[in-house]
């Protein structure tokens, strides 16, 4: 029986964008612009010339505490976080707890040119996220503290601070560019995202969507699909590069992450397996503004994905639900990362990989 799934470009668009400050804790602002996770099933296929719509939906809620959570209030949250780590005395004087939890909905669309450049297939796509963050910070002091010039104040033991905020915003706006290649059971390709700093964005505000700094991802993405069997093995290893924000004089180190994913396809509907991602910072936070110095972050994140495919009237629709729970975690929170993308064609042939046997 020949089987044929609807694969509309999910991760070759989506990939560059923000999950929000809660994302990257080693970074400014607790936040890295590259979204973990949205390169997952067929992260390799590029589709045929046409133009496609991609809408991801990102939840994630997670925690720190200790030396992490005091990474986060230190960049960002609290003015006197910020006063007490003048001289040191937050990292082993005090107690610090955040919390944070954003949502964020990605719309995007993707060109792919007719014709072929160096055999493979070239594409250009831009997304304009927005969404919501809500960051809940805690810190008890553990000490009394008696700090001169220039801040002339007394800390005293079981004095308290908490601070909330949130913002419901449009984030930067991010450019892509990738192009793709086919052979065989074989689907690679490579992608470069820009993020472009002209999103709403406050130094007083830990719940920012928008970063105030240029920054470049470069990913490469493989797939092999053997249609005999219906298996599915896709990986997808890249490096974000940060540019300094010049209101804050921080410049986030350079990332590093992968993203995987194994699957079985059952039907020309369905497919279900496992996904994750690792990321690691490889080099460390730099400027005036990074207070903490070389404060690199690192997690990796495990769990199930299913796609389900469908046609709405004569357009096919392609969907991917997925959740991963973090683990050996670093200097970040750590939490739950939920996905939903929904994609389809504009215009052009049906996307789809070469048939399933």
Do not use: C
Not at 120 to 139: E, H, M, R, T, Y
Not at 257 to 266: G, Q, R, Y
């Amino acid at each position: 029986m020949t089987i044929r799934r609807h694969i509309a470009p999910l991760a070759l668009l989506a990939g560059g964008i923000s999950i929000g400050s809660v994302d990257a804790q080693a970074a400014e602002n607790a936040a890295g612009w590259y979204a973990l996770g949205t390169k997952a099933s067929m992260a390799g296929f590029t589709p045929p010339p046409g133009t496609y719509f991609v809408d991801v939906n990102m939840f994630y809620e997670g925690s720190a505490s200790a030396a992490s959570a005091v990474g986060v209030a230190l960049q960002d949250i609290s003015p006197a976080a910020r006063e007490l780590n003048l001289k040191g005395e937050l990292l082993v004087e005090a107690k610090a707890d955040v919390t944070g939890r954003v949502y964020y909905n990605l719309p995007s669309v993707l060109w792919v040119a007719p014709g072929k450049v160096l055999g493979g297939n070239v594409g250009f796509g831009a997304i304009v996220p927005f969404g919501s963050k809500d960051v809940d910070f805690d810190l008890d002091v553990l000490a009394t503290l008696n700090l001169g010039p220039p801040i002339n104040r007394t800390f005293t033991r079981g004095q308290t601070f908490s601070e909330s905020d949130s913002s419901t915003e449009f984030g930067d706006p991010v450019l892509n560019a990738l192009i793709g290649w086919h052979e065989g059971n074989w689907h690679w390709n490579v992608s470069a995202l820009i993020n472009v700093p002209i999103g709403p964005w406050s130094n007083t505000s830990s719940s920012n969507l928008s970063f105030n700094h240029w920054g470049l991802d470069t990913t490469a993405a493989v797939t092999w699909l053997d249609p005999e069997t219906g298996l599915e093995v896709s990986a997808a290893p890249g490096f974000t590069f940060n540019w300094e924000n010049p209101d804050t004089d921080y410049r986030t180190g350079t990332e590093f992450h992968v993203e995987f994913a194994a699957l079985k396809h059952f039907s020309p509907k369905f497919a279900v397996g496992v996904a994750g991602f690792h990321y690691q910072q490889i080099t460390g936070d730099s400027g005036a503004g990074a207070r903490l110095g070389d404060f690199k972050g690192r997690v990796t994140s495990l769990g199930p994905v299913m796609t389900y495919n469908f046609n709405l009237g004569k357009i096919p629709v392609s969907t991917q639900l997925m959740w991963t729970h973090d683990f050996d975690v670093e200097n970040r929170l750590e939490g739950d990362l939920g996905l939903l993308t929904i994609s389809m064609p504009l215009s052009g042939s049906s996307p789809a990989p070469p048939d399933l046997q």
